[in-house]
């Protein structure tokens, strides 16, 4: 039996349990799909995360049994937007194509009770891989080393002497009178 892996971000880890602690027993159809994907799981930061797994929010092709591909975007729960634009979480599918990476199967049993194996194919846009982008290009250019600089700027008045007032016989001491 080969071990199944599965990459998840915190978010998504986090929010597989709350399912989990949520299922109505083991008559729930997700249970044992939350069960394996959290014992699976490797779960890492959203910087950290590949490009080619499949998160929460990406838009993903997939395929059942080997039928047509179809795309959707992996959402949390039933969205109110077009019929088919989005795969759902709390469905069965939804549920086994996250935290797979291109190219991964996973193997489920539907509500008949019969075996469907879901491929995911290609991960078209990830959340976590287009805050990556976006942060790289509004980011400075930085050395070829890769380490951060910094440029120290000084404030206006650094280049001007300093005026401190000296009595015309050279003591500066106002005396009492000045407090």
């Not at 892996?5 to 989990?20: A, G, N, P, S």
């Not at 109110?80 to 549920?95: D, E, F, K, Q, V």
Request: with cysteine.
């Amino acid at each position: 039996m080969t071990r199944e892996t599965c990459f998840l971000t915190t978010k998504d880890f986090t929010i597989l349990e709350v399912m989990r602690d949520r299922c109505f027993g083991q008559d729930d159809p997700l249970a044992p799909i939350l069960k394996r994907k959290i014992e699976a799981a490797t779960v890492m930061f959203r910087d950290d995360i590949p490009v080619n797994v499949a998160t929460l929010s990406s838009r993903v092709t997939f395929s059942v049994d080997g039928r047509d591909p179809d795309t959707r975007i992996i959402s949390h729960d039933r969205m109110t937007s077009p019929i088919g634009m989005y795969l759902p979480i709390t469905t069965a599918r939804g549920l086994a194509l996250l935290g797979l990476s291109e190219g991964q199967e996973f193997a489920l049993r539907n509500g008949d009770g019969e075996e469907e194996r879901i491929v995911l194919h290609e991960v078209h846009y990830q959340p976590e891989a287009a805050r990556r982008e976006k942060e790289a290009l509004e980011r400075p250019s930085t050395p070829a080393f890769g380490k951060q600089s910094l440029r120290v700027i000084r404030g206006a008045f650094y280049d001007q002497p300093r005026l401190v007032p000296v009595a015309h016989d050279g003591f500066d001491d106002p005396g009492p009178s000045a407090a």
